[in-house]
């Protein structure tokens, strides 16, 4: 009786986890979920009828557990994410003792506690959540809302990709210092991360950008190499003091907590990325930015990442609640759509996330300019007024200031 009650016990775990498997919907992007054949599920119907009542009634109480626990974890899918994790909830829990697995979660987490935000603050659109999958590997989630109230157009996007790193992404990275070395012209790696672009419709309401990563690659040696990058930044349309003091000081708060030399050395970083050349100015005030981090520890810099990322939203939430009803003229408007226009060149002409992802093999061009706004201007020899608000942002793109002292 011993033996055959943990056969039975062993045929309902396999019950559990294709209950577990059923929860996720179809089969989440880049996670392939075998079927069985047609006599698969009687096996377990077989083997409690062989053992009278007794294995009926714990087929039974397992076959019930596996549906609470599908219950359950749909649930969790519901509540903690706009969609199954690319490498599958389960996966992620098996390995969740490794890093890799504890920033997909970030991604993932970080994505939804975004677009809930965003979408309470406009709450007659919703986010149109698009899942897709990349057959050189893994996939991603697309979160877009479109034409609302308060946001022209927000993007949050989560991408998990491996595979094999194009010749043309290598050359881009060992142009940044790094040492490749490849076996047979083959760089096996992951890259996964979360990136947002939010364009609001009221021009007193500034645009906000931010991204994480994580980036692994696993040179000809067997050796890994591994380095995290990311950032915060506020491109407004209209300076207002109040505004860049509380975006900066929350990010601030943020750094602080793990070393106080990193707000202003990354601070400045921001600045010199994002800086126009052939305009002279910066894409907006600034925020925090940095790349290829790959010390003190792999702990230690996940940490720093997760507290970036947890202030996303303080940063930036008050500064829509405070402007998103604020009247505005059609000559603000046009302004906007011109500073849209350098967003846009910025962008297409030197922003290296959108050229690794135009680099990459496979890689889903719609999320990849989504940050690209809705509508954008150029006017020829554009010069505002001497002495206007839209002189008065533009002296600050071209000197950056020192929002926190």
Sequence with gaps: MAAAVRVLRGAAAGLTAAAGRRALGSAPPGVAVGRGGRGSRRAPLAAAGALGGLGLWLWR???AMAASEEDEEEKELRQRFMAP???????????????????????????????????????GAAFAVDTWERKEGGGGI???????EVFEKAGVNVSVVFGQLSEEAARQMRSRGKSLKAKDGKLPFCAMGVSSVI????????????????????EADGTKQWWFGGGTDLTPTYLNEEDAVHF??????????????????YKKWCDDYFYIKHRGERRGIGGIFFDDVD????????????????????????????????SFTPEEKLWQQLRRGRYVEFNLVYDRGTKFGLLTPG??????????????????MHTPPESSKEAEILEVLRNPKDWVH
């Design 61 to 63: 109480r397992q076959a």
């Design 85 to 123: 994790p690319v490498s599958g909830l389960r996966e992620l829990r098996r390995r969740r003792r490794e890093l890799r697995s504890r920033m997909e979660l970030l991604i993932m987490e970080t994505q939804a506690e975004v677009c809930r935000a965003l979408a309470a603050l406009d709450p």
């Design 142 to 148: 697309s979160c877009v809302l479109q034409d609302g």
């Design 199 to 218: 364009h609001p419709k009221n021009p007193h309401v500034p645009t906000m950008h931010f991204n994480y990563r994580y980036f692994e690659i696993e």
């Design 248 to 265: 900066h000081k929350t990010l601030k708060e943020a750094c602080d907590k793990h070393d106080l030399k990193l707000y202003p050395k």
């Design 295 to 326: 010390s003190p520890s792999k702990e230690e810099v996940f940490q720093f990442v997760k507290s970036c990322a947890k202030a996303v939203v303080p940063c930036y939430v008050p500064i829509v609640k405070r402007h998103c009803h604020d």
């Design 363 to 380: 890689s889903r061009i719609e999320s990849i300019l989504m940050s690209l706004p809705l509508t954008a201007r150029w006017e020829y």
